[in-house]
Structures are given as C-alpha cells and as structure tokens.
C-alpha cells in the first residue's frame, strides 16, 4: 500500500524511496549507506507524515553515520537560518559570483537615472555588469513570483541608463535575481523573457545554488553540526558566513565560548565539508 507524504504547501505525494535517497546522495553518502537510512525512514513513516519529519529522520541518522555527509545533507535549511536578515545571504551570493571570475561588491548605492537604489549585488567583468537582488525566504514553500522579475526590472532599466551614460554603450548590461528557495513558473517566464539572470535553488536546472554551492565548495557556517544556533546567530552577526573564513577566526570561536577542543572540532568538521 502505497504511502501518502504531505508537503510543506499541504499537497500530498506517494512517498518516493529514490527520492529521498537522491538527497542523501547529494550529501555525499555512499549507496549502501543511502539504501540503510532510506529503508530505515521508510520502516517509520506513516500515512500523512510531513516530509519535514522525514528530513529530520534522515538527517538524525545520516548524522550517527557522517557529520560532514549530515551536513551537506542539511545545506538547503542552513541556507535558510542565514536569516532573519538577508545581509548574509547576499555576501554568501557575492562569493558565489566571484568564483565564477566577477568583481562584486555588495549592498550598494546606486544612483539610477530617475532615483537612487540600494543594489544588493554588483557583479563585474570586462564589457560586463550585471546588477543583483536577493530574494531571502525564511521558509522552503515560499516562492518569488512574477512581482519580483516584475520590480527588478524596472529598477535594473533605471540604473542601465545611468550606467550606460557613464559606462558607455558598449558594455554588456544585465539584471539578475537570485533566491534561495524557487521561482513561479510565471517567474521564470517573464524573467528569461526580459533578459534577467535567474537563479534559484534548483534553477536552471543544471546551474542552480545547490550545483553553485557543491561545485565550489563554499559551505555557510550554518552547516556545521558542531555549532549551536546561538552560535551561528553569534558568527553571522559578525560577518562569518562561511566555513572557510572560520581557519582565520579562530579569535571569535573562543570569544563565542568555544573551549580549545571545541575548536578543533569545529574547524575540522568545517575543512571536512569544504573539501567534500
């Protein structure tokens, strides 16, 4: 018989084994060890049980298996306790930009044409700017839709015809959102439509954030297992977003409180995750 999960919107779907082991191979786990946790969650769900059970189930028994593995596993939520502000989640996407060879800066004045905007990411390459929003949500149902392609490109023209007056014609101009939960399909439409950069947590499909965030390595401090939530609130208020900057601030862990030990192991389950 086959078992109902409800989502987080409230639809309910067939509980899908593969699935679920599909997530559990994105954090690295080996198939034998996929098939365990995926049999053993399944032995325990129940007609109705909501997936976020599940992923707790999951993720407390990949953890006895792998923090690393449990960390990765746990990336889309870690993302998400980036908040309540989206200041993190801009740097986090600034330093995804500039893995892929542009100079950013983040979190500002632009003077458009017609007014001033507060731009959350330029990103720059030669004959390139591309003027970024951030859309940060709080929790995996939300979705940008088409008010946010909709608002941004109308902001994005403005400042297109300031920069084309200081710049010049010939560079390539472009606008771009990036969110860390999805798009509507209307969305995406109007969106690729206009010309705009969009990326979201699984889009496009073969370039989304989760394939960003594993081709380049850069892991939010909000992955680690070995931190507290107070802890990472601690860190994130201080501009420590991401496990590769804690090597160089080790200061702040034993201001946070952390004993030497504790150290260690945070700065080793954090070099673990980086270089899986």
Known sequence: MAIHVKKVNGDKVIFDRE???????F????????????????????????????YQMAFDLL????????GRYKLKNAIMEMGPTGFPFEVFVGKIFETMGYEVE????????????????????????????????MESSSKSGV???????????????????????NLHYRGGVVTNTRFSEDAIQYGNCAGLVLI?????????????????????????????KKDKQFLLDRGI????????NKD?????????FQVRKILNEAANLIAS
């Open 19 to 25: 699935k679920l082991k599909q997530a559990l191979s």
């Open 252 to 260: 702040l862990l034993k201001e946070m409180g952390a004993t030497g």
């Open 27 to 54: 954090s690295g786990a080996a198939p034998e060890e996929q098939e365990k946790i995926a049999l053993m969650v399944e032995s325990r769900i129940y007609d109705g049980i909501p997936t976020k059970r599940i």
């Open 241 to 248: 977003v991401l496990c590769s900057q804690l090597e160089e």
């Open 63 to 70: 953890k006895k298996e792998s923090y690393r593995n449990a």
């Open 106 to 137: 983040t979190g500002v004045i632009v003077q458009g044409k017609c007014v001033q905007h507060e731009v959350d990411v330029i990103a720059r390459k030669p004959g390139e700017m591309i003027m970024i929003e951030c859309k940060f949500h």
């Open 200 to 228: 979201s947590w699984d889009y496009p499909s073969d370039k989304g954030l989760k394939y960003w965030i594993d081709k380049t390595g850069l892991q939010p401090v909000t992955s680690l297992i070995s931190l507290t």
């Open 147 to 169: 008010q946010v392609p909709l608002y941004i490109q109308s902001r994005y023209l403005d400042v297109k015809a300031a920069w084309e007056k200081q710049y010049g014609t």
